[in-house]
Protein backbone atom coordinates (compact mmCIF):
# COMPACT_ATOMS: atom_id res chain seq x y z
CA UNK A 1 0.00 0.00 0.00
CA UNK A 2 1.56 3.26 -1.20
CA UNK A 3 1.30 5.41 2.54
CA UNK A 4 2.24 8.80 3.13
CA UNK A 5 3.30 10.05 6.72
CA UNK A 6 3.45 13.36 7.98
CA UNK A 7 5.70 14.51 11.38
CA UNK A 8 4.88 15.93 13.55
CA UNK A 9 1.39 16.28 13.41
CA UNK A 10 1.61 20.01 15.19
CA UNK A 11 3.72 22.49 15.58
CA UNK A 12 4.05 25.95 17.08
CA UNK A 13 6.69 28.47 16.86
CA UNK A 14 7.33 31.96 16.90
CA UNK A 15 7.15 34.39 14.54
CA UNK A 16 10.38 34.82 12.22
CA UNK A 17 11.58 31.38 12.75
CA UNK A 18 12.07 28.81 10.38
CA UNK A 19 9.49 26.16 9.47
CA UNK A 20 10.52 22.65 8.81
CA UNK A 21 7.64 19.79 7.54
CA UNK A 22 8.68 16.46 6.99
CA UNK A 23 7.09 14.01 4.34
CA UNK A 24 7.61 10.60 4.37
CA UNK A 25 6.45 7.89 1.41
CA UNK A 26 6.36 4.26 1.52
CA UNK A 27 6.53 3.23 -2.39
CA UNK A 28 9.41 5.54 -3.89
CA UNK A 29 7.95 4.61 -7.86
CA UNK A 30 6.30 8.17 -7.48
CA UNK A 31 5.55 10.11 -10.17
CA UNK A 32 5.44 13.78 -8.29
CA UNK A 33 4.90 15.08 -4.78
CA UNK A 34 2.92 17.77 -4.32
CA UNK A 35 2.28 20.45 -1.45
CA UNK A 36 -0.95 21.47 -0.28
CA UNK A 37 -1.50 24.44 2.23
CA UNK A 38 -5.49 23.76 3.95
CA UNK A 39 -6.95 26.81 5.68
CA UNK A 40 -9.76 25.70 8.23
CA UNK A 41 -12.63 25.10 6.25
CA UNK A 42 -11.25 25.89 3.09
CA UNK A 43 -9.63 23.89 -0.01
CA UNK A 44 -6.54 22.80 -0.49
CA UNK A 45 -4.45 24.95 -2.33
CA UNK A 46 -1.38 23.86 -4.45
CA UNK A 47 1.78 25.26 -3.34
CA UNK A 48 4.61 23.07 -4.47
CA UNK A 49 4.76 19.98 -7.19
CA UNK A 50 8.08 18.41 -7.47
CA UNK A 51 8.38 15.76 -10.41
CA UNK A 52 10.11 12.80 -9.47
CA UNK A 53 13.13 13.73 -12.01
CA UNK A 54 13.57 17.18 -9.95
CA UNK A 55 15.28 17.10 -6.42
CA UNK A 56 14.05 20.56 -5.23
CA UNK A 57 11.35 23.61 -5.64
CA UNK A 58 11.01 26.95 -4.75
CA UNK A 59 8.93 29.39 -4.30
CA UNK A 60 9.54 32.71 -2.61
CA UNK A 61 9.72 31.93 1.07
CA UNK A 62 8.95 28.14 0.33
CA UNK A 63 11.45 25.20 -0.68
CA UNK A 64 10.81 21.33 -1.09
CA UNK A 65 12.95 19.12 -1.50
CA UNK A 66 12.71 15.59 -2.84
CA UNK A 67 14.70 12.46 -2.04
CA UNK A 68 13.05 9.13 -3.82
CA UNK A 69 15.89 7.09 -2.47
CA UNK A 70 15.22 7.82 0.95
CA UNK A 71 11.47 8.24 0.56
CA UNK A 72 11.01 11.82 2.05
CA UNK A 73 10.38 15.11 0.96
CA UNK A 74 10.36 18.46 3.22
CA UNK A 75 8.91 21.74 2.77
CA UNK A 76 10.69 24.65 4.66
CA UNK A 77 8.91 28.08 5.23
CA UNK A 78 11.71 30.78 5.47
CA UNK A 79 10.88 33.52 8.46
CA UNK A 80 7.50 32.30 9.11
CA UNK A 81 4.60 34.66 9.59
CA UNK A 82 1.38 34.42 11.41
CA UNK A 83 -0.29 33.76 8.23
CA UNK A 84 1.43 31.02 7.56
CA UNK A 85 -1.11 29.41 10.23
CA UNK A 86 -2.31 26.25 8.58
CA UNK A 87 -2.54 22.81 7.53
CA UNK A 88 -0.27 21.41 5.34
CA UNK A 89 0.07 18.55 3.45
CA UNK A 90 1.95 16.92 1.33
CA UNK A 91 0.48 14.04 -1.52
CA UNK A 92 2.46 11.64 -3.61
CA UNK A 93 1.18 11.19 -6.90
CA UNK A 94 1.77 7.32 -8.39
CA UNK A 95 1.07 6.40 -12.50
CA UNK A 96 -2.64 5.11 -11.46
CA UNK A 97 -3.09 9.11 -11.07
CA UNK A 98 -3.92 8.52 -7.72
CA UNK A 99 -2.61 10.98 -5.10
CA UNK A 100 -1.75 9.09 -1.21
CA UNK A 101 -2.25 11.74 1.10
CA UNK A 102 -0.67 12.45 4.36
CA UNK A 103 -2.64 13.45 7.46
CA UNK A 104 -1.55 16.94 7.47
CA UNK A 105 1.23 19.16 9.85
CA UNK A 106 -1.00 21.96 11.73
CA UNK A 107 1.13 24.80 11.86
CA UNK A 108 0.87 27.69 14.36
CA UNK A 109 2.49 30.71 14.01
CA UNK A 110 2.90 33.04 17.28
CA UNK A 111 3.26 36.33 17.05
CA UNK B 1 -9.72 31.05 -14.48
CA UNK B 2 -12.10 31.17 -11.92
CA UNK B 3 -10.62 27.87 -10.55
CA UNK B 4 -12.46 24.84 -9.61
CA UNK B 5 -15.74 25.67 -9.20
CA UNK B 6 -18.54 23.91 -6.33
CA UNK B 7 -22.15 23.80 -5.82
CA UNK B 8 -23.71 23.99 -2.98
CA UNK B 9 -20.98 25.40 -0.71
CA UNK B 10 -23.04 23.79 1.95
CA UNK B 11 -25.67 21.03 2.38
CA UNK B 12 -27.79 19.64 5.19
CA UNK B 13 -30.18 17.30 4.89
CA UNK B 14 -32.38 14.10 6.24
CA UNK B 15 -31.00 10.98 6.31
CA UNK B 16 -32.61 8.98 3.06
CA UNK B 17 -32.68 11.78 1.08
CA UNK B 18 -30.96 12.17 -2.61
CA UNK B 19 -28.09 14.71 -2.85
CA UNK B 20 -26.47 16.42 -5.43
CA UNK B 21 -23.07 17.83 -5.34
CA UNK B 22 -21.50 19.39 -8.67
CA UNK B 23 -18.36 20.35 -9.95
CA UNK B 24 -16.71 22.53 -12.97
CA UNK B 25 -13.44 22.10 -13.35
CA UNK B 26 -10.63 24.43 -14.91
CA UNK B 27 -11.09 24.85 -18.14
CA UNK B 28 -8.89 22.76 -20.14
CA UNK B 29 -7.90 20.52 -17.52
CA UNK B 30 -8.43 16.50 -18.86
CA UNK B 31 -8.82 14.87 -15.72
CA UNK B 32 -11.18 15.28 -12.78
CA UNK B 33 -11.47 13.86 -9.27
CA UNK B 34 -13.34 13.66 -6.59
CA UNK B 35 -12.24 13.03 -3.15
CA UNK B 36 -14.15 13.02 0.28
CA UNK B 37 -12.36 14.28 3.76
CA UNK B 38 -13.47 13.22 7.24
CA UNK B 39 -11.54 13.77 10.61
CA UNK B 40 -11.27 10.08 11.18
CA UNK B 41 -10.22 9.23 7.21
CA UNK B 42 -8.23 12.14 6.02
CA UNK B 43 -8.74 12.85 2.59
CA UNK B 44 -9.92 10.14 0.25
CA UNK B 45 -10.32 9.44 -3.66
CA UNK B 46 -13.90 8.51 -4.43
CA UNK B 47 -13.38 8.09 -8.50
CA UNK B 48 -11.94 10.10 -11.27
CA UNK B 49 -12.15 11.12 -14.96
CA UNK B 50 -10.27 11.30 -17.96
CA UNK B 51 -11.97 13.03 -20.86
CA UNK B 52 -15.22 12.59 -18.95
CA UNK B 53 -14.45 8.84 -18.69
CA UNK B 54 -14.50 7.15 -15.33
CA UNK B 55 -11.66 5.42 -14.87
CA UNK B 56 -11.60 4.10 -11.33
CA UNK B 57 -14.08 4.33 -8.96
CA UNK B 58 -12.56 1.88 -6.47
CA UNK B 59 -12.80 4.03 -3.85
CA UNK B 60 -16.44 4.93 -4.05
CA UNK B 61 -17.48 3.43 -0.85
CA UNK B 62 -21.12 2.21 -1.89
CA UNK B 63 -23.60 1.47 -4.50
CA UNK B 64 -25.24 4.89 -3.10
CA UNK B 65 -22.18 7.18 -4.20
CA UNK B 66 -22.31 7.61 -8.41
CA UNK B 67 -21.10 9.97 -10.27
CA UNK B 68 -20.90 11.54 -13.92
CA UNK B 69 -19.34 13.23 -16.21
CA UNK B 70 -21.71 14.53 -19.17
CA UNK B 71 -18.88 17.15 -20.91
CA UNK B 72 -15.98 18.05 -20.03
CA UNK B 73 -17.22 21.63 -18.18
CA UNK B 74 -19.68 19.84 -15.78
CA UNK B 75 -19.46 16.82 -13.14
CA UNK B 76 -21.92 15.19 -10.78
CA UNK B 77 -21.71 13.35 -7.60
CA UNK B 78 -24.88 11.97 -6.37
CA UNK B 79 -25.23 9.84 -3.06
CA UNK B 80 -28.81 7.81 -3.02
CA UNK B 81 -30.24 7.29 0.14
CA UNK B 82 -28.08 9.64 2.26
CA UNK B 83 -27.28 8.45 5.74
CA UNK B 84 -25.44 10.41 8.51
CA UNK B 85 -22.32 8.69 8.04
CA UNK B 86 -22.26 10.16 4.89
CA UNK B 87 -21.64 13.61 6.37
CA UNK B 88 -18.13 15.19 5.44
CA UNK B 89 -16.40 17.58 3.30
CA UNK B 90 -16.29 16.86 -0.87
CA UNK B 91 -14.00 18.50 -2.89
CA UNK B 92 -13.77 18.13 -6.90
CA UNK B 93 -9.94 18.42 -8.39
CA UNK B 94 -9.14 19.08 -11.91
CA UNK B 95 -5.58 18.37 -13.20
CA UNK B 96 -3.99 19.15 -16.32
CA UNK B 97 -1.41 16.67 -18.41
CA UNK B 98 1.39 17.90 -16.00
CA UNK B 99 -0.85 16.08 -13.32
CA UNK B 100 -1.09 19.25 -10.87
CA UNK B 101 -4.02 19.06 -9.02
CA UNK B 102 -5.83 22.14 -8.29
CA UNK B 103 -9.31 21.84 -5.49
CA UNK B 104 -12.31 23.25 -5.65
CA UNK B 105 -12.95 24.86 -2.02
CA UNK B 106 -15.73 22.14 -1.27
CA UNK B 107 -19.18 20.74 -0.35
CA UNK B 108 -20.10 20.94 3.51
CA UNK B 109 -22.40 18.16 3.79
CA UNK B 110 -24.31 17.42 6.57
CA UNK B 111 -27.16 14.69 6.82
CA UNK B 112 -29.25 14.25 9.25
Known amino acids: KQEVTQIPAALSVPEGENLVLNCSFTDSAIYNLQWFRQDPGKGLTSLLLIQSSQREQTSGRLNASLDKSSGRSTLYIAASQPGDSATYLCAALYNDYKLSFGAGTTVTVRA | ?112
Open chain 2, 1 to 112: DAGVIQSPRHEVTEMGQEVTLRCKPISGHDYLFWYRQTMMRGLELLIYFNNNVPIDDSGMPEDRFSAKMPNASFSTLKIQPSEPRDSAVYFCASSPPTREQYFGPGTRLTVT
